[in-house]
């Protein structure tokens, strides 16, 4: 039997999936505000899932599977990608001091690769990305594999689909190729999302001058609509009654259809769209998404085994099963997520990046 638990760090909150020999045993999920003010309630959380073989940790971007123990302060900052004198953004800040403290626990915990980091993506898909799909939205990915592979019947090689995990701050399409992610768009290169803007003009960035992480939690749908209290729920209906909510309802859905439409780029002759994320969950989203993507390919949801917690920590769960050498173990060495390498910072030509926060080049 094995036994374990995976960890979301989401915009909105935390989540955390543990499966026993695949049958779920534990959810929760905690704000991230409140992870950002009571760091020690991770550790606290995880106790009380224990005995755990392995914890699929919060990774934030993504690391080539570095163990709890292996773990330095570069390594955090690689997961966060926060300079110390930018504003705090909770969910980060909380997902930094949350994994510091943890360094003085025995966990047998490992942080997971995001998409740039997989050998199965092609090296020049890389140039000048970093967001090619945070280590959550990887995640997303598995469950979308495992889910496709078992409701319809196929090894792992017959799944070929377009992943679209539409979050409450970021939106990941992904190029999935007999079962493996070739591709990837990340929230802060994609389309507008709820919270972000999605993509940045080049010029818009110039002017704006010195960025914060901030600006990157801005310019989405919200920021839009002129109402940061906007929940993803009212958002269909109030985008028939007002015309400013109305134009954002549109540019969010042709921002999503775009970057699906650049993956058929990818994936020529895709089996399916596959809808994951809590935007998903809505209704009248979902049903927007389906009409305007079944043009392109069937569209189904992805299907989770948990009532509580999101997509992304079930997929961290898969995955920490396989890492354990439970029945996940050939999705894991599938994906080839053990080939994981490198740094989110390895691609990047447009400025010493690199050499200027690792101190090489």
Not at 156 to 184: H, Q
Not at 217 to 226: A, L
Request: hydrophobic share 40%.
């Amino acid at each position: 039997m094995v036994r374990v638990v995976g960890v979301d760090p989401g915009t909105k909150s935390f989540d955390f999936c543990g499966l026993e020999d695949l049958k779920i045993f534990y959810e929760k999920s905690i704000p991230s505000e409140t992870v950002a003010k009571r760091p020690d309630i991770l550790l606290e959380t995880l106790k009380e899932a224990e005995p755990l073989d392995l914890i699929a940790g919060p990774s934030g971007y993504g690391l080539p599977l570095v163990s709890l123990e292996n773990l330095t302060e570069e390594h955090i900052f690689l997961m966060v990608l926060h300079k110390k004198e930018d504003e705090k953004i909770p969910v980060l800040t909380g997902l930094a001091e949350a994994v510091r403290r943890l360094k003085s626990f025995p966990l047998k915990m490992y942080f997971l690769p995001g998409v740039i980091h997989l050998p199965t993506v092609p090296e020049y898909r890389k140039f000048n990305a970093i967001d090619m799909g945070t280590a959550d939205k990887l995640c997303c990915a598995a469950l979308a594999i495992h889910d496709y592979s078992s409701r319809y019947k196929v090894p792992y090689e017959e799944c070929t689909f377009i992943l679209v995990e539409v979050g409450f701050g970021y939106n990941a399409i992904m190029a999935i190729e007999s079962g493996k992610v070739v591709d990837g768009i990340g929230g802060t290169r994609a389309g507008l999302g709820f919270l972000t803007s999605g993509a940045w003009d080049g010029e818009v960035a110039y002017l704006v001058g010195s960025l914060s992480k901030a600006d990157l939690f801005k310019g989405g749908v919200r920021s839009i609509v002129g109402d940061e209290s906007l929940m993803p729920e009212e958002f269909p209906e109030k985008a028939k009654k007002d015309r400013r909510v109305a134009l954002a309802w549109k540019a969010f859905m042709e921002g999503i259809e775009k970057c699906v439409w650049s993956m058929k780029t990818i994936i020529r002759k895709p089996q399916a769209i596959m809808l994951s994320g809590r935007l998903s969950r809505v209704p009248g989203i979902y049903e927007e998404l389906e009409k305007r993507l079944s043009v392109i390919a069937p569209v189904d949801k992805v299907r989770g085994f948990a009532k509580i917690v999101k997509e992304a920590a079930q997929g961290a769960a898969l995955i920490a099963d396989g890492l354990a050498g439970g029945k996940m173990r050939e999705l894991v060495e599938h994906m080839e997520i053990h080939r994981s390498y490198g740094t989110v910072l390895d691609y990047i030509y447009v400025s010493n990046i690199k050499e200027r926060y690792l101190g090489r080049g």
